[in-house]
Structure formats: structure tokens, C-alpha cells
């Protein structure tokens, strides 16, 4: 079965922090997704990346940086945090293809900004 | 681009109602078609999927056909159970370039004994 871990399930932060939210996958899959949930506005793409080094925005990237280094690993970066990124972040990987493959996607980080 | 139009919830049953909910899509060429499901303090999981014209997904007593014709790929189940409770999502068609997936809002299930 593939695996997204999610570092951290709950963090806390203050405003003005940089904050890394990093996710790693275990199944060699090329797409890799940063997800935000808020109650009402259900699911929005911040950040994707379809390969090593490769990123594109998506619906709301301002606030937000990825990094992709690694096929593994695509973290999300909060380069100065703020209040309203308050918010549950999702990732999620999957393989590329034509036919498509679903989403893989991890537990969740629960981020608060104090 | 490929989206989705899902219908907004919240959604109340009593145990043993029958459920759709109801989803069309916008595409070109010929996706694959997802649900997934979001149980309380979890992540996302796949629920169903199928990958071509008049396939029927099927999972947990839970079904979805693809429908070319009407573009649309409904979430039907026939009795919900209490632990059906939980949020849907139908899922952006995925296939050749398109990477970006936006989901929609999801619609909230709650089913009572």
C-alpha cells in the first residue's frame, strides 16, 4: 500500500515564523500535491509538482513556497506566517498517466498561528 | 481545464435512507473519474473509480457510473449506515496533462440512528 506520512499532525506556530510542512510518499509516484481544507471552502490546491524540481501554482499559492528535491519528499514552505493560514494542509501523491491514477493522500497537519 | 460541479451539502439521513449525491464534470479526452471519502480527524481515501464510458465503480456497498452522456458520475448507495457519516469528495476527471487537480467542496454526510 503506498504511504504519505506527514511529519507533524498538530503544530503551532506565531506569527512572523517560517514554518516547513514536509511530506514524504513511498511509492516512487512523480505527482506530488499540497492540499488546505477550511471549513466551508472545502479543499484548495496551494502548490503542485509532476516532477524532481518541477512545480507549478495552483488556485492559492500567495503566502506559500514548495520545494522539491527529492521524487520522495515535497515540503511546503510558510515563508512568514500569519493568522489566516491557520488551517488543516493536506498532501497528497499519485502517478502520472494518461489513463490517470488516483490520489494518495496523507493524514493531515492541523497548523494553528498564533 | 478538467473540473467538477458537485452537489453542496450538509446532507441528513436516517439509517437505512438512500443516498446520492450527485456530480458532473467537464473534460477532454477520456479521464478517470473519482470518489473519495474523509471520515472524521482523517485524511482523504479513495472510494470508487472508473476509468471509461458507462464503468460503474463500486466499493462498501457504495456505486458510481460513468456517464459520458450526461458527464456526470453520481454517488449512490442504498441503505447508509451510521459510520457512512463523513465528507464526500468527487474528484477532478485526472488523465493525460492535466496535473492540476482542484477538488470541489466536498459534501458533508451525516446519517442518524
Known amino acids: 500500500d503506498v504511504k504519505v506520512t506527514q511529519s507533524s499532525r498538530y503544530l503551532v506556530k506565531r506569527t512572523g515564523e517560517k514554518v516547513f510542512l514536509e511530506c514524504v510518499q513511498d511509492?516512487?509516484?512523480?505527482?506530488m500535491f499540497w492540499y488546505r481544507q477550511d471549513p466551508g471552502l472545502g479543499l484548495r490546491l496551494i502548490y503542485f509538482?509532476?516532477?524532481?524540481?518541477?512545480?507549478e501554482k495552483g488556485d492559492i499559492p500567495e503566502g506559500y513556497s514548495v520545494s522539491r528535491e527529492k521524487k520522495e519528499r515535497f515540503s511546503l514552505i510558510l515563508e512568514s506566517a500569519s493568522t489566516n493560514q491557520t488551517s488543516m494542509y493536506l498532501c497528497?501523491?499519485?502517478?502520472?498517466?494518461?489513463?490517470?491514477?488516483?490520489?494518495?493522500f496523507g493524514n493531515g497537519t492541523r497548523l494553528t498561528v498564533t | 481545464g478538467n473540473s467538477v460541479t458537485q452537489m453542496e451539502g450538509p446532507v441528513t439521513l436516517s439509517e437505512e435512507a438512500f443516498l446520492t449525491i450527485n456530480c458532473t464534470y467537464t473534460?477532454?479526452?477520456?479521464?478517470?473519474l473519482f470518489w473519495y471519502v474523509q471520515y472524521p480527524g482523517e485524511g482523504l481515501q479513495l472510494l470508487l473509480k472508473?476509468?471509461?464510458?458507462?464503468d460503474k465503480g463500486s466499493n462498501k456497498g457504495f456505486e458510481a457510473t460513468y456517464r459520458k452522456e450526461t458527464t456526470s458520475f453520481h454517488l449512490e448507495k442504498g441503505s447508509v449506515q451510521v459510520s457512512d457519516s463523513a465528507v464526500y469528495f468527487c474528484?477532478?476527471?485526472?488523465?493525460?496533462?492535466?496535473?492540476?487537480?482542484?477538488f470541489g467542496k466536498g459534501t458533508l454526510l451525516t446519517v442518524n440512528p
Open positions: 497528497a501523491s499519485s502517478l502520472p498517466g494518461s489513463l490517470g491514477s488516483p490520489l494518495h
Open positions: 511509492m516512487d509516484h512523480e505527482n
Open positions: 509538482s509532476y516532477d524532481v524540481k518541477m512545480k
Open positions: 473534460a477532454t479526452g477520456y479521464p478517470s
Open positions: 472508473a476509468t471509461k464510458a458507462d
Open positions: 474528484a477532478p476527471p485526472s488523465g493525460g496533462s492535466n496535473y492540476k487537480l482542484t
